[in-house]
Nanobody, 118 residues
Framework: QPHLVESGGGLVQPGGSLRLSCAAP???????????MGWYRQTPGKERELVAS???????NYADSAKGRFTISRDNGKRKVFLQMNSLKSEDTAMYYC?????????WGQGTQVTVSA
């Protein structure tokens, strides 16, 4: 199964913002359109954690660490999911991934690195 492709990461100073994008290949369009989507992050030596999710109907949920700072959105017409991250902190430094939630979850992509540092 093709994997989603993340982009938009980079180096940003504390307090800055980034917008991550996740593109779903056309080959999994039907799965993507009927699925809840999530943004995850992982740092070396730690388990991957879910930071934000959005159901196919647009209901969002956030990890406590992301509430009030991160916003997940999706553009089904363009097969994309976004994560707007504001007021970034050093502890947000991680590799960020997107994926389908639930039993239809596919292989993990390469992710996009976010580094928050002065």
């Amino acid at each position: 199964q093709p994997h989603l492709v993340e982009s938009g990461g980079g180096l940003v100073q504390p307090g800055g913002s980034l917008r991550l994008s996740c593109a779903a290949p056309r080959a999994i369009l039907s799965t993507y359109s009927s699925s809840d989507m999530g943004w995850y992050r992982q740092t070396p030596g730690k388990e991957r954690e879910l930071v934000a999710s959005m159901t196919k109907r647009g209901v969002t949920n956030y990890a406590d660490s992301a509430k009030g700072r991160f916003t997940i959105s999706r553009d089904n017409g363009k097969r994309k999911v976004f994560l707007q991250m504001n007021s970034l902190k050093s502890e947000d430094t991680a590799m960020y991934y997107c994926n389908i939630l639930g039993p239809s979850q596919g292989p993990w992509g390469q992710g996009t690195q976010v580094t928050v540092s002065a």
